[in-house]
């Protein structure tokens, strides 16, 4: 018996069917093993010295993997042919020996880009061993991660409160986005004309020529700035002769794009089928590890995290056969394309992501996949195809246009584009981010010196637009031209931004939210050369030639930890006043925005002589009036819809930070919306300064609601809150929906139980605040609401149904009995019953369970107890877990 050790369980049950009875293919669940959160896990005194531990889900892995090879014939370790890949194969390989588990048992090392029979049988018979340099880029990344997440995040706990953390790559990514807000904010439009005239030939034909020369000079875009010279240009045209100057056309060739990579796939996903870079990669994991396919579970795509775009001859050869069968002979090249790139690492240049089968079109296949595989199957589909189809045959033709004006000569052009042979255009055109190509214009014959009637002339007036921010597809691909990341890294650090509340997204655009706008400042400030663009991309470059054995992981490691200890250390110095100055420096623009009428957008508008500036406090930074405590004016740093911000005093429509949506039918109270210190808020009625008077009811806003958004009906409906639901099944008692500190939640006497991300407290029904209510009593005191989770399927062995559901630490799969966490490598929205089954099972084997944990928890109370004055000075390592989990990437 052969023990063959994969990732997943659904790779693992497909290989095992391709390999017969010889062979056990066992899932390690990803990686097996990871650096603790903790002090010293990385060890620069120790020459870089790494400490891995095996997580409980880790242990069992080992002990199955262990039990297997107790007198198995081989080891073969079978994981992703990259360098995520071999590190896991590294781990397993670590951990087995420790436990001295292969005694006298050879241990392989095989990959293959696809799973198919044919790929995985090739690879079984091309053995290698563990590829250590791959290992030691990992290894080097690894620690970079753990160094820089570890030892920066929690200077910027101390030095900048509400921040949550930064990374390697996460930081630079974000400085991104912040960099291109902050070029629109800045962008001051400039105004242009644009003159168009349409004209009609001797045989009817009508075209349109716009302006671009007069009396001997070149007119460029912008040249016509005004009205008034956009007004003398249409004035002499309208009385102008035309006449064709010269016609000449040129034929031209499109060639199609190559295949997709990893970046160039995320980013046509993105822009064609709107999926996010982490939606796309989860889907395209499915497709490569295996599909059901007509009775058969078979991988239809090849491995999806690559930077290759070649293919192998033999799928060359195959895309040009359907190519000829689905399109003609005309449409295939007389020789086969052949695409290269420059890979920033030739041992992890792969195939291009592609189908495993030519021949089995989207058509096909669609009736076995969900909605998501099936257009991403067809996305990858076509554009393979295309990438081997002849190119697209064009004739551009330019029209130069002379308008006579008593003494004037004025120049005009007309472009026009007609396909005489489609090519690979008759079955793919790439996408665009930023702007649409011009709608291809046949130009009606003409020659030169043929006289031109001119049917009308349009000026239009413009105004030149700021760039626009980034969508996910446009960020990575910036992120790929920098040297920035690595095709693994750019879905979770885009993932990792939005976590972390850094940006959102509005419109399908990232935005960086003022959190993630601090973050970028204070790591300009105080750490700009670790978020340059040329250091992060030397560093990736330097990772990239350890993988090649060229230079010592750890000789990378001394050289940036050098200089990174010594500035982390000259923070520990540092006053929050220098933060403050060097944010309110860097941020002025932003924060205090000039107004258009020369006044100070510094000063204070409630008491008039203090001057605003960023302040720091216990739940992150604000603005605030520099005669505190006298003045209390306090507002967001961004008025998100409110125009600045007041301390509530009075609301009479012109007061900052205060407006007026109504007046309560029932009270005659004013509805006001305002923007406080803790976010934008509602209030009813105003305060009054007597006293011990009565304060006015307010309400927070819901996440995700907008001020802007917020008219007068809905303000009135989140100010009657909480309101009856339904009534308790059991007590008879009502529920309430209501929203407080902690946001939206339904209660029922002491029970409280929050409401979900896609719950509307003003819209939650009767049966869904019952289901949470329910689930949050039966789940004891102090526990997260129930999440009512999504069934996989049911278990045939035990008979019980398997849920996925979110919970405190992460989305984790129950069968009723035993909770078992899912790994970072698992989808909760893709997770399959065979995987589930396996999680459940494996942390029963472990002695996970309900039962057993509170049991554990009982016994071990006193120990815990008795040890609590030896171990009170480790209580820094709760911080050092929290850095650890905010690590970047």
Request: proline share 6%.
């Amino acid at each position: 018996m052969k023990v063959v050790v994969v990732e997943s369980p659904a790779k693992a049950k497909t290989i095992n069917k391709y390999l017969g009875r010889d062979y056990e293919v066992i899932a390690s669940f990803g990686h097996i093993r990871d650096l603790p959160a903790k002090d010293g896990s990385v060890d620069p005194d120790q020459d870089f010295r790494m400490v891995w531990e095996l997580a409980d889900r880790g242990s069992s892995r080992v002990s199955e993997i262990a039990k297997a090879v107790k007198g198995a014939d081989k080891l073969i370790l079978a994981t992703d042919p990259d360098r995520e890949g071999e590190a896991i194969s590294w781990h397993v390989l670590e951990a087995l020996t420790a436990r001295k588990a292969l005694k006298g048992i050879p241990v392989e090392r095989v990959t293959f880009n696809a799973i198919t029979k044919a790929s995985v049988e090739q690879a079984m018979r091309r053995p290698r061993e563990i590829d250590q340099a791959l290992v030691d880029a990992y290894l080097a990344r690894r620690a970079l991660d753990y160094l820089v997440g570890f030892n920066l995040s929690p200077v910027l706990w101390r030095k900048l409160p509400g921040a949550r953390s930064a990374g390697r790559v996460q930081s630079v990514a974000l400085r991104l986005v912040v960099e291109r807000e902050m070029e629109i904010e800045a962008f001051k439009p400039r105004e242009y004309w644009t003159i168009v005239a349409t004209l009609v030939t001797e045989g009817g034909g009508v075209f349109e020529a716009r302006l671009v020369g007069a009396d001997g000079k070149r007119i460029q875009r912008l040249d016509v700035g005004n009205a008034e010279e956009a007004a003398a240009f249409k004035r002499d045209l309208e009385t102008a002769t035309f006449a064709v100057a010269s016609v000449e056309a040129k034929p031209a060739k499109r060639h199609p794009q190559p295949p997709f990579t990893t970046s160039t796939l995320q980013q046509e996903a993105s822009r064609k089928l709107g999926m996010a870079p982490a939606q796309t990669m989860r889907v395209a994991q499915r497709l490569y590890e295996g599909v059901d396919v007509g009775g058969e579970t078979v991988g239809i795509i090849t491995y999806m995290r690559t930077d290759g775009v070649d293919m192998a001859p033999e799928a060359v050869a195959d895309a040009r056969r359907v190519i000829a069968k689905e399109f003609g002979d005309r449409y295939v090249p007389g020789a086969p394309r052949k695409y290269s790139a420059k890979a920033k690492n030739a041992q992890e240049a792969h195939e291009a992501v592609r189908p495993t089968d030519m021949g089995r079109l989207p058509k096909q296949v669609t009736r076995h996949l969900d909605t998501e595989q099936a257009r991403l199957y067809d996305l990858i589909w076509t554009r393979t195809m295309a990438s081997q189809m002849e190119s697209a045959e064009l004739e551009r033709t330019t029209v130069d246009v002379t308008a006579t004006a008593g003494g004037r000569r004025i120049e005009l052009r007309a472009t026009g584009q007609v396909v005489k042979f489609d090519g690979f255009l008759a079955l793919y055109q790439e996408g665009k981010d930023d702007e649409e190509d011009e709608e291809s214009r046949r130009l009606p014959p003409m020659k030169a010196g043929d006289p031109l009637r001119r049917e009308r002339i349009a000026s239009t007036q413009h105004f030149t637009e700021p760039p626009p921010r980034y969508s996910e597809a446009s960020l990575v691909k910036r992120m790929e031209e920098l040297g920035i990341g690595r095709p693994s890294t750019y879905a979770a650090v885009l993932q990792t931004l939005r976590d972390r509340e850094y940006v959102k997204i509005e419109k399908k655009r990232l935005q960086p939210e003022d959190k993630g706008r601090l973050v970028t400042g204070f790591l300009e400030s105080f750490f700009r050369r670790y978020v340059e663009y040329d250091f992060t991309a030397g560093l990736e470059e330097q990772l990239d030639r350890v993988s090649n054995a060229e230079i010592d992981w750890r000789a990378v490691l001394r050289d940036f930890w050098r200089d990174f200890s010594a500035a982390i250390g000259e923070t520990k110095e540092l006053r929050v006043a220098e933060v403050l100055e060097a944010l309110n420096g860097l941020l002025g623009p932003h924060i205090f925005p000039d107004r258009g009428d020369g006044a100070n957008p510094r000063a204070c508008p409630n008491c008039g002589g203090g001057q605003l500036s960023l302040k720091l406090g216990k739940f992150g930074a604000f603005i605030g009036c520099s005669n505190y405590p006298e003045c209390t004016y306090t507002r967001q740093l961004s008025a998100s819809g409110v125009e600045g911000d007041g301390d509530g005093s009075s609301a009479d429509g012109g007061q900052p930070g205060v407006r007026v949506l109504g007046q309560d039918p029932t009270t005659g109270l004013p509805v006001t919306v305002r923007d406080g210190r803790f976010g934008p808020f509602l209030q009813l009625g105003e305060a009054s300064p007597e006293k011990g008077a009565e304060k006015p009811k307010r309400s927070s806003l819901p996440k995700g609601l907008a001020p802007s958004e917020v008219d007068l009906a809905k303000a009135l409906a989140l100010l009657s809150l909480p309101r009856e639901v339904a009534r308790h099944p059991e007590s008879g008692d009502p529920i309430l929906a209501g929203i407080g500190r902690y946001g939206p939640y339904v209660q029922h006497g002491r029970t409280y139980a929050n409401l979900g991300k896609d719950d509307d407290v003003l819209e939650i029904g009767g049966n869904r605040a019952i289901d949470l209510i329910v689930a949050k009593e039966q789940g004891g005191r102090g526990r997260p609401a129930g999440d009512p989770g999504r069934t996989v399927g049911r278990d045939e062995t035990s008979g019980r149904d398997l849920v996925v559901k979110a919970g405190r630490y992460g989305p984790y799969v129950t069968d009723g009995e035993v909770n078992a966490t899912l790994p970072k490598s698992m989808s909760a929205d893709a997770l399959t019953l065979e995987e589930a089954i396996g999680l459940v099972n494996a942390k029963r084997a472990s002695g996970g369970g309900k039962g057993a944990g509170k049991a554990g928890a009982r016994k071990k109370a006193a120990p815990r107890k008795a040890k609590a004055a030896a171990d009170k000075p480790k209580k820094a390592a709760k911080p050092a877990a929290r850095a650890k989990k905010s690590a970047a990437e």
